[in-house]
Structure formats: structure tokens, C-alpha cells
């Protein structure tokens, strides 16, 4: 996909989704539709199998969040065919709720004592991109953004700013959010989501607005960016 600039050609070359649905094989669009049977009004993630992606002693200490960031970034470059990556920007709206609530929960009942640094180190809002950095060994251009709203769309405006300006061959764009117990029962309590149990298959076809989210949702979308100058003449 090409994106056009005055002056220059920016081509999207990989793509990765990991969502309800089994969108995180680039190579196939969704071989089967899976039907999600809750009692409650979220979804959940069709995941990929993180050990090939992942080496065993590095995805025991991941939290769900993270696991599934990094193997949707290293899907996108395979689907890229890209060797390195020269700069990282990430976004969110909320960041890694499930692991900030974990290590403030820790600081209470073990009052400010003996607390693990794990939860601490991955519940920052550029945790996933300080993590995609170490896995996949970028030490240039690395930056999150963060917005209820238009945080993804900043995001590419930062990627396509740093094409037009610098040099960087590959930049790899992400995007993630979660939902959290607590963000989850505070958002029924409010009336944004629906209570009883609804076939998210034939939602589109119910006459009120249907919200749905996932027990620790989680979507990316990680873009493979090359940057090429038009030729003069």
C-alpha cells in the first residue's frame, strides 16, 4: 500500500492484527468466524501460539499484554520481510491497566514493602515500545503516544513526519489498549456496555447501540513504513 506526500512515496509492507477474530496470520483473512459465548458482553482474543515467536524463558516473565504486542510486532516484520527496524512509535488510550492494577494493589497489602519491580516496569504507558526495543534490538527513534481517542491517528502523523523529514528505511507503528476488571465493571456500572448475554454475531442487526470489549482487550495493528524519495525529473 502507498501512501502519497508531496515529494516523496511511503509504502506500507507488513501488517499484523491479533483481535477476536483470527486476524493475526497476514497470509489468510479469517478462514473461520469465531463465535464468542460469554455471560458477560466481552470478547476475547483469538491468540497466536507465543512460543514460536517468543523463547520460553523470556515469555514466562510477559504479562498477556505484552506477550501479545511483541508477537504482533515480529508477525508484522516476517509479513514485511524486514531485517531490522530503524524506529518505533507505539500508541494507547489507557496502557496496561491490568498490570498497573496488580502493583498498586501490591503497594497496599504488602505496604510499600518488598514489592516486585515486574508490574511496576511493565505497567507504564511506553512499556510496549521500550519492550519492542529490547526484543527486536532498535536503538534509534522510539516514542508512545497517549489519548482516549486519537492516539493511533497522532502516531502516524509522528511516523509520517519522521519519514518526510529523516532517513529511517523501516518504522514499525503499533497500537494497544487492554480492559481491566476494574475499567470493566466501572464502564457497565455507567451503562456503555450491555449486561446480559447478546450473540456478538448478530449485533450489527439490534435496533440499540451494541459496545463490545474483551477481557484484557488488546488490538494491534503494526505497520512496516518505507520511506522512498521520488526520483527527480
Known amino acids: 500500500m502507498k501512501i502519497p506526500l508531496p515529494g516523496i512515496n511511503i509504502f506500507i509492507h507488513g501488517l499484523s492484527a491479533i483481535s477476536p477474530q483470527k486476524t493475526w496470520d497476514p497470509t489468510i483473512f479469517l478462514p473461520e468466524i469465531t463465535n464468542h459465548n460469554h455471560t458477560d458482553s466481552?470478547?476475547?482474543c483469538v491468540l497466536p501460539d507465543f512460543k514460536k515467536f517468543i523463547p520460553p524463558m523470556q515469555l514466562r516473565r510477559l504479562s498477556r499484554m505484552a506477550r501479545m504486542g511483541i508477537t504482533s510486532a515480529k508477525i508484522c516484520l516476517q509479513d514485511g520481510h524486514a531485517?531490522?527496524?530503524d524506529a518505533?512509535?507505539?500508541?494507547?488510550g489507557y496502557g496496561f491497566q491490568e498490570d498497573m492494577?496488580?502493583?498498586l494493589t501490591n503497594l497496599l497489602e504488602q505496604k510499600e514493602q518488598q514489592l516486585s519491580p515486574v508490574y511496576f516496569a511493565q505497567s507504564g504507558y511506553n512499556a510496549m515500545s521500550g519492550m519492542l526495543a529490547l526484543f527486536l534490538n532498535c536503538s534509534g527513534y522510539n516514542n508512545n503516544f497517549v489519548s482516549r481517542g486519537l492516539a493511533f491517528e497522532t502516531a502516524l502523523t509522528d511516523a509520517l513526519l519522521l519519514l518526510s523529514e529523516?532517513?529511517?528505511?523501516n518504522v514499525l507503528l503499533g497500537a494497544f489498549d487492554e480492559k481491566s476488571p476494574q475499567q470493566y465493571g466501572e464502564f457497565i456500572r455507567l451503562g456503555y456496555f450491555k449486561k446480559e448475554q447478546i450473540n456478538h454475531l448478530s449485533s450489527s442487526k439490534a435496533r440499540h447501540r451494541v459496545r463490545f470489549t474483551e477481557k484484557e482487550w488488546f488490538f494491534s495493528c503494526c505497520q512496516l513504513i518505507h520511506h522512498h524519495k521520488r526520483c527527480a525529473g
Do not use: C, G, Y
Open 42 to 44: 466481552s470478547l476475547s
Open 166 to 169: 529523516k532517513e529511517p528505511p
Open 83 to 85: 531485517d531490522r527496524i
Open 88 to 92: 518505533i512509535i507505539t500508541a494507547t
Open 101 to 103: 492494577a496488580r502493583f
